[in-house]
């Protein structure tokens, strides 16, 4: 993918997953890279399934519903509990 292939979009024309407060790089293969000035928060995602979103709470790496890492300054956690870390 090129960057003549990434959708900026003005403040009248934003891609899909953009708003007001809301920027979005997306290319033609469904990759993104998403800033979120509301959430503060960065997200990156591609198509198929992996995601990894920054945010005040910490770090967290997603792919699918059933894989997630959290970490934060709480510790790491993986699968919503199943294995812990704390700090």
């Known amino acids: 993918s090129n ?3 990434i959708q900026l979009g003005a403040e009248d ?3 899909q997953d ?3 407060k809301k920027r979005a790089l997306i290319t033609n293969k469904d990759l993104k890279l998403i800033f ?3 959430a503060e928060s960065i997200t990156i ?3 198929g399934g992996a995601e990894i979103v920054l945010d005040s709470s ?3 790496l997603k792919f699918g519903d059933s894989v997630k890492l959290v ?4 510790g790491i956690d993986m699968v919503d509990g199943a294995f ?3 700090s």
């Open 58 to 60: 910490g770090l967290t």
């Open 3 to 5: 960057v003549s292939n």
């Open 13 to 15: 024309e934003l891609p």
């Open 71 to 74: 970490l934060s300054s709480s």
């Open 36 to 38: 979120d000035d509301d």
């Open 84 to 86: 812990t870390v704390t």
């Open 45 to 47: 995602s591609h198509s």
């Open 18 to 20: 953009a708003g007001p």
